[in-house]
């Protein structure tokens, strides 16, 4: 993994860290999984998620591809074309 | 196997674990538009998956307080502990998962 690949992978790999925590703070210990919690929670968290959203696919997707590209695939735009529909889809589902 | 090459495939591992249900994850939250999300989450919450989502929480704390492992010794810091700190990231994950898994359970 080299280059901006590897600096944005360890850059959102810290911020998740605090975002994911954040996350299961507020879905399972300060609040529920209930529906009309959840239904709330999008519209005032909103701004936390358009966020969390962008970061969190990237680290994956991203860490997807390392992975692939280790065993010789070259795969890399199938990732990034997946990174861009999830994220896409989770911003449509957000409004 | 040593252990540095046990605490890379688990990083892997869970990686690709945590990635697959992240697109699950996506797919059940947007049934929350359809109003789907009701009766589904009646089923996820069950005691039958409560196992699944305690696993899925190890795969998640083992990723993420390996990761702060990787990422401390990316930036040049504590390289003369990197052996202890590979024995502590087991343990700091577990007393992690039991807190968690209380919280959950409770």
Known sequence: MKGLSWLFQLLTGIALVFFVVYHFVVTHIAGSLAYEEVLKRIVSLKIFYIVFLPIVAFHAFNGLKVISEEYGFKWSRVFYIAMIVAIAYGLYNLF | ?106
């Open chain 2, 1 to 106: 196997m040593s252990l540095n090459t046990l605490a890379f495939y688990l990083h892997r591992i869970t990686g690709v674990i945590l990635a697959i249900y992240l697109c699950m994850h996506l797919v059940f939250i947007g049934t929350v538009k359809t109003g789907e999300y009701a009766n589904l989450i009646k089923i996820t919450l069950s005691k039958e998956f409560l196992p699944l989502d305690l696993l899925l929480f190890l795969a998640g704390i083992y990723h993420g307080v390996n990761g702060v492992r990787l990422i401390i010794h990316e930036f040049g810091l504590l390289y003369r502990y990197r052996k202890a700190l590979l024995y502590a990231t087991p343990v700091i994950t577990l007393i992690i998962w039991i807190f968690v898994c209380l919280e959950v359970i409770r």
